[in-house]
């Protein structure tokens, strides 16, 4: 994403890697038979897509220009604590005192993060404030619209979901990805690497995602969000050339604690 942001601009990089996932996704959804299905389900489906893949991609495409990969990755291990705060304030389901303690870890390893970056966080042009807003946003799309999948999408097949909500999100980006278009034409490196995101990482992931939500619900799903700090440190530090320091490895781990506790994984003793 990084690399393709680079070339491409959030905006587009964001419409790009919807459509490619719609259109990854597409024959399947008709050898499965399922287009019907879309067309039962299409006012559930499609604006789901937006929260759940419109408007995270654009601020994660944003963030990633100025923030490292791994820095990125590591807020958007949040997803579950605001996972667990929308069940609380959504679904009335108080977090009890494990879950609460885990909220209150969670953020402050997040807010330490952002604190602590070098440079210190700044709202200035170039700075990375907003791109730390930006993951933030993120993560909250992201656990309102797997809350949202789960309560109001049960009923739906998993191909129909994954396949309309990038079809919904392509139709919203439409407009501001061709507007934003870059003015010099992109590298073969960018394409590749949007082809990349967009099919392996949005197509096919989002079918296994959501097949993951039927099966096991919406707060152990987003405990996936667990592994791509570590995944994403090691391929920024090996393709990229980006440095993870003691202090973000700490405040790291106190996030993935706050969102083990967060999510019930984990239970303090009395």
């Not at 719609?22 to 399947?28: A, E, G, K, Q, V």
């Not at 096919?204 to 919406?218: H, Q």
């Amino acid at each position: 994403m990084r690399m393709t942001s680079q070339e491409f601009g959030s905006w587009s990089t964001a419409w790009l890697r919807v459509s490619v996932a719609w259109l990854t996704l597409l024959p399947f959804l008709l050898w499965q038979g399922q287009a019907h299905s879309l067309g039962l389900h299409w006012k559930r489906v499609l604006p789901m897509g937006v929260v759940n893949s419109g408007i995270p991609f654009i601020c994660y495409a944003y963030a990633v220009m100025s923030i490292t990969t791994g820095l990125s990755s590591i807020l958007n291990s949040t997803t579950p604590l605001f996972g667990a705060l929308i069940a609380w304030i959504w679904f009335k389901q108080h977090p009890g005192n494990s879950r609460g303690v885990g909220l209150l870890i969670g953020f402050a390893g997040a807010a330490l993060l952002a604190l602590t970056m070098p440079g210190g966080v700044s709202f200035k042009a170039g700075g990375s404030g907003w791109a730390v807003l930006a993951c933030l946003l993120a993560t909250t799309c992201y656990g309102l619209s797997t809350h949202y999948s789960q309560r109001f999408l049960s009923d739906v097949p998993t191909m129909t979901i994954a396949a309309g909500s990038q079809l919904g999100a392509s139709l919203v980006l439409a407009l501001p990805g061709i507007w934003f278009w870059p003015d010099q034409w992109p590298s073969d490196n960018a394409w590749w690497s949007l082809l990349m995101i967009g099919v392996v990482c949005t197509g096919l992931a989002y079918v296994l995602y959501f097949r993951l939500i039927a099966k096991v619900g919406a707060a152990r799903t987003m405990t996936v969000t667990y592994l791509i700090p570590l995944s994403a440190n090691i391929i920024g530090i090996v393709f990229l050339n980006e440095v993870i320091t003691t202090w973000v490895i700490l405040c790291a781990a106190m996030i993935l604690t706050g969102t083990a506790l967060a999510a019930g994984l984990v239970k303090l003793p009395r």
